[in-house]
């Protein structure tokens, strides 16, 4: 069973993420990225797919030059290649313009069973690329798995969200996210490190997938960012040591603000 | 006036709060129409509560196919629509489920997709919150029909009147092979608590609860508030508390008049979740814990002594 893993290279959540002044766009310089942590779990569940049912597993990654860290993270985990697309033209580039490259670029890879990703990312929380590239490679959409099995050329799926477990079922091939509670996510080896190294890596201009550059970046985008301004920071407010009254000064304070 | 949909959120014909944002945040826009999609009988339900926002119009779109597939009968349903109606603008809301009918209609109406507004404007054009709160945003489509998820809890209902007048619809039969079958369900235990996302009051555990039951010292403070309960990724990551109420990155977003955290240290990704809450309250045993950087009141504490003691005190003041 042959299966492709969107991942995405995001700032890491730990430090202070900003926009850029010029364009709104995502500061990638002013904090560290890496590989989105929902996605080392689609990667995982996809090893764990592999291990079962044989076939490949193919990485897919939309981002610029250095989102490579990203991708050879998966590549150490023990996905067998990469396809890259990287591209000046796509700085900028919304949901939208970002699913129609990502739809392209798995189209690159043959004979695909499975798409695996994460629900949402991270940075933009869009939560909704996986069901756009579905619906552009007209492929069903199983969304917020906790539980993916494979049975012949059926798919079935436990999805959790606020709705409730819904049970899912479709035939291959399909479109899969993953939920934080799919599984843990095994840790590189060594030798998988060094592995990663070797295995091949596919650069794709947009060009190479028959993009044109007025349907991405900012200009081609059909959304456009028109302000963006930083909230100041909260200030920290009283802090008091419980003394044994901790609850009565709480009461006292949600009193004095009306909150009770 | 310009037609703006909004498609309802229900769960078996029972309206949900976020529905009436939508109809509000529509009414700034243009003349909103309801759009059901759901088993039959399902707007014979709602009629009532959409008329009491606004809503001219329900389209009804029901079959059993609608209930047991997934997203999609939406989409199809809305996509017919758009072409037929010409909307200024759809909105939906911003969960799971409607982000993707959100970015699949889009794509599948060649329109902008705006995701996750806490505002939206006359234009259409919306007001978005960024990084957990950080930075402020504005956006507009410049293609097509803007298509918008609306945060819950981001626009305030007010209640209209309108008309409800229903016109039914087909729900267009969907490619086989692109058909995802929702073959059971299981609700998740929420109790009779209010939702996490729609409280106007929020209770949070941490890792410092300690255990599943010791989230009792949790829980009981949050009914004698009326509130919702929510726990960090620690508590639930520890199994002290279910999945569906995890509060940050990635996790639910709440913005609640009053949050409480207990036995939580307040990481960035937890706070990503919380701080644009109107009050924050932090109890904590540890002077040093981030929360407090953000607290407008904390107590270093023990949260087993000092929660049940507010507790014993807001009981008291209710009598
Ligand atoms: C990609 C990513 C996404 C994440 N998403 C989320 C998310 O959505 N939500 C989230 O919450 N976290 C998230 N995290 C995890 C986050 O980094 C923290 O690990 C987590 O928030 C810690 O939870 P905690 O505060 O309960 O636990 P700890 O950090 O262990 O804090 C427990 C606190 O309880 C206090 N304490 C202990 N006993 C008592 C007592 N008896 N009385 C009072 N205080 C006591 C301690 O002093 C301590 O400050 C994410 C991390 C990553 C990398
Ligand atoms: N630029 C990208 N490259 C590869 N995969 C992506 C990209 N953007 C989003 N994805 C995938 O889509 C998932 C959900 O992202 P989002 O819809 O942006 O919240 C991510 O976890 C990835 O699996």
């Known amino acids: ?260 | 006036m310009a037609e703006v949909l909004v498609l309802v959120d229900h769960v078996d014909g029972e309206v949900k709060k976020v529905t009436y944002e939508l109809l509000t945040a529509a009414r700034a826009i243009g003349e909103p129409s309801a759009v059901v999609v759901g088993a039959p009988g399902t707007a014979a339900k709602v009629n009532q509560a959409l008329a009491g926002y606004g809503a001219a119009k329900v389209y009804v779109a029901e079959s059993e196919n609608a209930a047991n597939q997934l997203v999609t009968p939406e989409v199809d349903v809305l996509a017919a629509l758009v072409g037929q109606a010409s909307p200024a603008a759809v909105l939906v809301a911003a969960t799971p489920k409607g982000k993707e009918v959100a970015g699949r209609l889009a794509i599948r109406t060649g329109s902008g997709l705006l995701v996750d507004a806490v505002d939206v404007a006359a234009d259409a054009s919306v007001t978005q919150s960024i990084f957990g709160g950080a930075f402020t945003v504005k956006a507009k489509a410049g293609t097509g029909v803007p298509v918008i998820s609306v945060r819950p809890g981001g626009v305030e209902a007010v209640a209209a009147e309108g008309a409800a007048t229903e016109q039914a619809l087909e729900v267009p039969a969907t490619d086989a092979a692109k058909v995802v079958t929702i073959t059971s369900r299981e609700p998740l235990k929420g109790g009779d608590r209010p939702e996490l996302t729609e409280a106007s009051i929020v209770v949070s555990g941490g890792r410092g609860v300690g255990s599943a039951e010791s989230f009792e010292v949790v829980e009981k403070l949050a009914d004698t508030l009326g509130a919702a309960v929510g726990a960090s990724r620690a508590a639930v990551d520890s199994g002290y508390y279910p999945h569906q109420f995890q509060v940050g990155q990635t996790g639910k977003t709440v913005s609640p008049q009053l949050y409480i955290a207990l036995g939580i240290s307040g990481a960035i990704q937890h706070r990503a979740g919380m701080q644009t809450s109107k009050t924050i309250i932090a109890v904590n045993k540890d002077t040093e814990a981030p929360i407090f950087e953000i607290a407008d009141f904390g107590v270093v504490g023990d949260l087993f002594k000092v929660a049940p003691q507010l507790t014993d005190e807001v009981a008291k003041r209710k009598g």
Not at chain 1, 134 to 159: I, N
Not at chain 1, 160 to 175: K, N, Q, R, Y
Request: with cysteine.
């Open chain 1, 1 to 260: 069973m042959n299966i492709v893993v969107l991942v995405k290279q995001v700032p890491d959540t730990y430090s202070e993420r900003k926009l850029a002044d010029a364009d709104h766009t995502l500061d990638r310089d002013s904090a560290d990225a890496v590989l989105d942590e929902i996605n080392e779990r689609a990667v995982e569940e996809a090893l764990q797919l592999q291990a079962t049912h044989g076939g490949e597993v193919t990485v897919v990654c939309v981002g610029p030059d250095r989102a490579t860290d990203a991708i050879r993270k998966a590549l150490s985990m023990g996905a067998d290649k990469a396809v890259h697309v990287s591209d000046a033209a796509l700085h900028g580039s919304d949901a939208i313009a970002t699913a129609k490259v990502l739809a392209k670029a798995v189209g690159t890879v043959e004979g695909v069973d499975l798409v695996l990703a994460g629900n949402e990312a991270t940075d933009g929380r869009v939560g909704a690329l996986p069901a756009m590239v579905a619906e552009l490679l007209g492929l069903p959409a199983l969304t917020h798995a906790r539980k993916v099995e494979v049975d012949g050329s059926t798919v079935k799926v436990e999805r959790e969200t606020d709705e409730g477990v819904f049970f899912l079922e479709a035939s291959l091939p399909a479109v899969i996210s993953v939920n934080e509670k799919i599984n843990e996510p095994r840790y590189p080896s060594f030798k998988g490190i060094m592995a990663a190294k070797k295995k091949p890596v596919s650069t794709l201009a947009i060009g190479d997938l028959g993009v044109d550059a007025g349907e991405v970046g900012l200009g081609g985008s059909w959304t456009q960012v028109t302000e963006a301004a930083p909230k100041p920071p909260r200030a920290a407010g009283q802090r008091v040591e419980d003394e044994g009254d901790g609850g009565v000064k709480v009461a006292e304070y949600l009193v004095g603000q009306k909150l009770i």
